[in-house]
């Protein structure tokens, strides 16, 4: 579902003289349908990286970047928007949020995008956002003034309201106390069982542990630097 070829990523430094940076060379990983791979390596190794380049970020400079039958390295913008619509989606740490919008319309948006009904978008939002524990007094208002961790719950209800059959997760059992965590934990075993290719970067280990079916160690793709 995921398959990373034999990519290249450079950053050129604009403001200081337009210094390039080698971060990644010969990036590959591959991920079936039902697999969950964590991403591992040193800090600044290049993890980030590498998930920003699946999800069409950051874009890179050689290589080929799969995920069902489009390459996000060669991509237009508007079939990697359709790509993020239909098929891969990201629970990212943080949520970006649109100011006004209710937190239950925000956890159905991606279904609404997709032409879901509203009552049956909200219904599934509702379902997930009292799994994760947010109460209900707090769906009708905007996520904006929630608390870190309410806020990284309503990110991953909103990442896990579409059966996405490739999915990226950045650290989403970070900073949730245990009763929550094992919630991210059971929703993440239900997306391998319904056959999602699940790609993250866990600094929990025991979550890494328990979900992933394999690591990949960036260091790898670190390109050496010669001084
Ligand atoms: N936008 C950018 N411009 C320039 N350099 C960048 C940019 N993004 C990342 N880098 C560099 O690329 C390298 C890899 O960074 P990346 O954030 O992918 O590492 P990481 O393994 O995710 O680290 P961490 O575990 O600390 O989050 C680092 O040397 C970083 O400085």
Request: hydrophobic residues 45%.
């Amino acid at each position: 579902m995921i398959s990373v070829e034999n990519v290249s990523k450079t950053f050129t430094l604009h403001n200081q003289g337009g210094t390039v940076i080698p971060v990644m060379e010969g990036g590959s990983l591959s991920v079936a349908p039902g697999e969950c791979v964590a991403l591992v390596g040193a800090s600044g190794s290049g993890k980030s990286t590498l998930m920003r380049m699946i999800y069409g970020n950051y874009l890179a400079a050689s290589g080929r970047i799969m995920v069902g039958d489009v390459d996000v390295a060669q991509a237009e913008p508007r079939e990697i928007l359709a790509l993020r619509r239909e098929r891969l989606g990201y629970v990212s740490q943080f949520l970006r949020v649109v100011p006004r919008v209710a937190t239950l319309d925000v956890v159905a948006e991606p279904l609404l995008a997709l032409g879901v009904a509203r009552d049956a978008a909200r219904e599934r939002a509702s379902a997930l956002l009292a799994r994760l524990n947010i109460p209900e007094r707090l769906w009708a208002l905007s996520p904006t003034t929630f608390s870190g961790g309410e806020q990284q719950r309503v990110n991953i209800a909103r990442g896990f309201a579409h059966d996405y059959p490739a999915l990226l997760l950045d650290e989403p059992t970070a900073s949730l106390d245990a009763a929550n965590r094992e919630q991210v934990m059971a929703l993440i075993e239900e997306a391998k069982a319904r056959g999602a290719a699940i790609v993250g970067i866990f600094h929990d280990v025991e979550a890494r542990d328990r979900v992933c079916d394999r690591v990949v160690d960036v260091t790898g793709f670190t390109p050496v630097r010669v001084v």
